[in-house]
């Protein structure tokens, strides 16, 4: 579970990279033959980051292939949407493993395409009022954490189903990137100002942290990822748990998939069975760096150890000892705690709230 920074401790929520130059105008850089976002949009009040826009090439992609054979779409989409933008298709950005990453990216594209049709309209919709939506919430996320102050660069894409939103390295940047093909993607659990609200405070965060350098463990990625998730109930007044956590699914030891609709539960509606048997075995690797056992709490695609049980239960045990410990500290001051120094407290309700 080796990362390079606090940013990059999370799965599909990954966030990274702060700079703080002086302040600037939105930035909204694209290309593609269709309109970027709608002129409201683009004459909203000032964002604090650039917007490189990768969906115009998506749409002009799809406009021309959308009643195209399979494998014509498939190299039509590498030829020209990948083509276009190839940094923010990189097998780090959007996921991809294995020896052969063209192969691993056709595979990929061969069970997306046929359903992305009908994603399309609510894509749309979503871009078009994207950079106002983006500039609400940085207004929102203001209100609560004044300091708020990151200056980097964000990607508006289509993702493969690679993420909502989160930090990748975009050619050689710490880049947030939002995913609009997985935020259209009907039954998502996580409303898109929540989505803000739960990324930007990942930037936040991680800008008022040192380096960790190499000594990152799971119970770090416990703390980052429940502390934004909190903070995302508080910044957004009325957000449910449920709306708050990521979408999670029984996992299938011999067919294990980033999502799967039909095995679908409810991350905030955790049993208490679950709770003490997961919450042990978080609890027994919070001081590992073991991928697997990452990946078991904080990822999709968990390893044959969880078996039948939810994925990315450690989003919802982060949320509990986040809320727990924010009862005696502010948002801010949770933000400004040392990670390391916290690991003891963070261990400690872990263990009252499953013994409980």
């Known amino acids: 579970m080796r990362r390079r920074s606090w940013l990059e401790l999370c799965g599909a929520l990954a966030l990274g990279g702060c700079e703080t130059p002086s302040p600037a105008t939105p930035k909204l850089v694209s290309s593609g033959s269709s309109a970027p976002v709608s002129s409201a949009s683009v004459h909203a009040p000032a964002l604090p980051f650039e917007l490189v826009d990768a969906l115009p090439a998506f749409f002009s992609w799809f406009e021309r292939y959308e009643h195209a054979p399979l494998e014509e779409r498939v190299e039509g989409f590498v030829a020209e949407v990948v083509g276009k933008h190839p940094a923010v298709y990189a097998p780090n950005v959007i996921g991809l493993s294995g020896p052969d990453p063209k192969s691993a ?30 500039t609400a919430a940085v207004s929102r ?47 998502s659990s996580m409303p898109l100002p929540v989505l803000f609200a739960h990324e930007l405070f990942h930037l936040h965060h991680a800008s008022q942290q040192p380096d960790p350098g190499a000594d990152q463990r799971i119970v770090d990625a416990l703390w980052f990822e429940g502390l934004a998730t909190y903070a995302s109930t508080l910044i957004v007044p009325g957000t449910t748990d449920t709306q708050a956590l990521p979408l999670s699914h029984v996992h299938k030891p011999d067919a294990p998939v980033l999502d799967d609709p039909a095995r679908r539960v409810d991350l905030a509606q955790m049993s208490v069975e679950l709770q003490r048997s997961l919450g042990a075995e978080l609890h027994a690797a919070l001081e590992s760096a073991d991928r697997d056992r990452y990946a078991d709490f904080f990822l999709g695609r968990a390893s044959p150890k969880l078996g039948g049980r939810p994925v990315r239960s450690g989003y919802w045990f982060g949320l509990m000892v986040a809320r727990s410990l924010g009862k005696t500290k502010s948002l801010e001051g949770l933000a400004k705690a040392d990670m390391k120094s916290l690991r003891p407290a963070i261990a400690s309700e872990l263990l009252r709230l499953i013994g409980s």
């Open 105 to 134: 990216l056709a595979a990929r594209l061969r069970e997306w395409l046929p359903g992305i049709g009908a994603r399309v309209p609510a894509m749309r919709a979503i871009h078009a009022r994207f950079v106002e939506d983006a």
């Open 141 to 187: 996320f203001r209100e609560v954490l004044p300091s708020f102050d990151w200056r980097g660069t964000s990607w508006l894409f289509a993702s493969i189903d690679g993420m909502n939103g989160g930090v990748r390295e975009v050619g050689g940047k710490s880049s947030l990137v939002f995913g609009v093909d997985v935020i259209a993607k009907q039954g």
